[in-house]
């Protein structure tokens, strides 16, 4: 007879590879690492560190978010099974003439990267502020079991660019 501890982890396990393969694929492709910045010095192993992305929103050109993560030394950051941190910062810039490729949602993922093994991962979504044409962009963690209200946001106004007059509205593009 199995024991309640073993049937709570193949009940864990089995939940878990159901969500995961639930989990629709992230929007972008991967961030390019810009630069690493090590917070704490391990001995043997490695540092804990700051890390800075850069990646471009995959339905809107001309727009670019970079964001800093922590990412932790030591033995299990090393083997990749470490639980990582909810302090993530967020900045988004417009960088050339913008223009939607597709209709998207209000709070629509832009990027999702799994941050432990199992139950936590990091978002970044995407909105339209219709009243003043400026898009936002939230990156925040959650877990399974708890959310986390550590996040961070930042604006791009829908602006021309360069000697073009013509600016795309945000509004027609939200999904109603």
């Known amino acids: 007879m199995r024991s309640i ?3 709570l982890v193949a009940v ?8 995961v393969g639930s989990m629709p694929a992230r929007a972008a492709d ?3 690492i810009i630069f690493r910045k090590s917070t704490v010095f391990k001995w043997l192993t490695p540092n804990d560190k700051l890390a800075t992305y850069g990646l471009d929103d995959p339905q809107v050109d001309g727009v670019a978010c970079h964001f800093t993560v922590p990412e932790r030394g030591g033995f299990k950051g090393w083997i990749g099974v470490a639980e990582e941190v909810s ?3 967020l900045a988004c810039r417009q960088i050339g003439p913008i223009k939607f490729k597709a ?25 339209c ?3 003043r044409n400026v898009l936002v962009y939230m990156v925040y ?9 550590k996040n961070s946001t930042s604006s791009v106004p829908v602006m021309p660019w360069g000697g073009q007059g013509d600016v795309q509205k945000c509004a027609d593009w939200v999904e109603k």
Do not use: W
């Not at 709070?107 to 909105?127: C, H, T, W, Y």
């Not at 963690?141 to 209200?149: A, F, K």
């Open 5 to 7: 501890s073993g049937v």
């Open 12 to 19: 864990l396990v089995t939940l878990s590879a159901a969500l």
């Open 30 to 32: 991967e961030p390019d």
């Open 87 to 89: 302090d993530i910062s």
């Open 103 to 127: 209709k998207f949602e209000q709070g629509e993922d832009v990027f999702r990267q799994r941050r432990s093994l199992f139950f936590k991962k990091m978002q970044i979504v995407r909105g």
């Open 129 to 131: 502020d219709t009243k």
């Open 141 to 149: 963690s959650d877990r399974i079991i708890e959310g986390s209200p």
